[in-house]
Structures are given as C-alpha cells and as structure tokens.
C-alpha cells in the first residue's frame, strides 16, 4: 500500500539534497496507516521546495544514489562464527582508490547475495539488496573505513555478495 509522498511542506522551506526514498518504508503518525513512499515522495502545499513555491507534487525532488564502485577497493577478512548466536560477521574495509573525495553518506549495497542467508546488521534495503552506510561523510582519496558486517545462515552455506559502492542518501 502506497502512503504518497513522504514529506508535506505547508509553509516555510525545505531543500533536498542526495536522497532517494522511493520505495523505502514509511511509519504511520497517530491515525494514520504505514505504507511505502511514491514517486513523488515531496508534496508542496504553500511552502518552499529546492527553491520553488510550485504547490503540488514534487517530482524528482529526491535524486538517485551514484554508483562509485570504480572509485573504491572493498575488501573484507574471513568469517567467524558466534556459537551462541549463530551470526556470522568479518570485518570490511572501503577504500578511496580514485583521486578526487567521495561525498557521504557512503553505502554498500550487498548485490548477488548467497539466498537464504540474511545480514543482521544492515542500515537498510535498496533495490532488493541489503546495505549498510559505512561512511556518513565525505572520504578523502586514499581513506580507509572499517565496518563489522553480520550474516545469519541458517543452512550454514558459503557467504557470497558482489559489493557495490554507492553515494548519496539510500
């Protein structure tokens, strides 16, 4: 079910930068039901959006990630098991490769994903992939980040993901 825009702006402004929120889940306020956010998450009814006082639908007011995988090296350690809990994690480690800084928020999106195995720890989903945000700002060329990543394998089956890096606000 559809809950139509995700933001309503009635009177002072708003601008969006880097986010992208089709599809996302949206919780219900009092009185309301919960449902997922259109194509045109922005309504405008007497306010300011990116600088317009356009009344209505906001369309493309949330812009798409950046794919930046050829700017990145993502590497990770080998999995261990916690007995108790039965999670698999490793350690990952982005790196900016390229020359020029990669503006944050700074995803990884874990494509091909080995199936029945689900990541515990994830920030979120995007296009049918789990991620998780490893950096909330900018990365420097030659910078490094490292994150814990979570898998739960019930079937205890090889973990196997395509990482890809993205930009911008999942």
Same mark, same amino acid.
């Given at each position: 079910m559809a809950a139509g825009p995700a933001i309503f702006v009635n009177q002072g402004s708003v601008t969006i930068v880097d986010s992208n929120s089709i599809g996302q889940? %949206?919780? %219900?306020g009092t009185g309301a039901s919960n449902g997922t956010a259109d194509a045109? @998450?922005?309504?405008n009814f007497a +306010?300011?959006?990116? +600088?317009?006082?356009?009344? +209505? @639908?906001? *369309?493309? *007011?949330f812009p798409p990630p950046t794919d930046?995988?050829?700017?990145?090296?993502v590497t990770q350690t080998g999995f261990l098991r916690n007995r108790v809990t039965g999670i698999w994690s490793s350690t990952m480690t982005v790196t900016n490769v390229g020359a020029t800084p990669?503006?944050? @928020?700074?995803?990884?999106?874990f494509t091909n994903l080995t199936a029945g195995v689900g990541m515990t720890n994830?920030? +979120?989903?995007y296009q049918g992939a789990p991620f998780l945000?490893?950096? *909330?700002?900018?990365m420097a060329p030659g910078a490094s980040v490292s994150v814990s990543i979570q898998f739960s394998d019930p079937s205890n089956s090889l973990i196997q993901f395509t990482p890809a890096t993205d930009t911008g606000v999942i």
């Open positions: 889940s %949206a919780t %219900a045109t @998450p922005v309504f +306010g300011m959006v990116n +600088g317009s006082s356009t009344a +209505g @639908p906001i *369309a493309g *007011a930046v995988s050829s700017q990145v090296s990669i503006a944050g @928020p700074v995803q990884v999106l994830k920030t +979120g989903m945000t490893v950096s *909330a700002g900018t």
